[in-house]
């Protein structure tokens, strides 16, 4: 069953690539069993750098191929959305992620990216509320839950 994680009002340290050799991933990221939630932490970081809206987590591993994690979150605007993402689009590569695939991006209404083992949904408010994603993906008891 997904569970879901919300982690708006969490400060969380900003990882950046400051002082690190580039093209050589740290040893906290290294692939492993637990690699997809070291990403996770990277993605979280960046998010909260920033000042992403409303950042929803949900757990889908075994429930689809698609990756491990969702994230959800909502800019204010176009441009926001659009910040946001380039943001963790550059804090992905510092971090050795890797290039991740990116659409929506010249919109800023809707932009999608997926690392692999996460996929990043970053939103206007008004068009997250439409597709209400979250909704979609959490578990039946765990609907409409937000802390």
């Known amino acids: 069953m997904p569970v879901l994680f919300v982690t708006k009002g969490t400060t969380l340290t900003t990882v950046h690539?400051?002082?690190r050799t580039p093209g050589v991933v740290p040893k906290s990221l290294e692939r492993?069993?637990?690699?997809?939630?070291?990403?996770?932490?990277?993605?979280?970081?960046?998010?909260?750098?920033?000042?992403?809206?409303?950042?929803?987590t949900i757990n889908i591993a075994g429930k689809s191929a698609l990756g491990d994690?969702?994230?959800?979150?909502?800019?204010r605007s176009n441009r926001h959305v659009s910040?946001?993402?380039?943001h963790l689009i550059t804090d992905l590569k510092?971090?050795?992620?890797?290039?991740?695939?990116?659409?929506?991006?010249?919109?800023?209404?809707?932009v999608l990216i997926d690392t692999g083992d996460i996929i990043i949904h970053v939103f206007r408010p008004e068009v997250r509320e439409f597709y209400n994603i979250e909704k979609m993906w959490a578990a039946p008891d765990e609907e409409g839950t937000r802390h």
């Open 17 to 19: 690539a400051k002082g």
């Open 32 to 56: 492993g069993a637990d690699a997809a939630a070291r990403a996770l932490e990277v993605v979280l970081a960046s998010l909260e750098d920033s000042k992403a809206e409303d950042i929803v």
């Open 69 to 75: 994690y969702m994230v959800v979150v909502s800019g």
């Open 83 to 86: 910040a946001i993402s380039d």
């Open 94 to 110: 510092a971090e050795g992620l890797g290039s991740a695939r990116v659409e929506g991006l010249d919109s800023g209404d809707w």
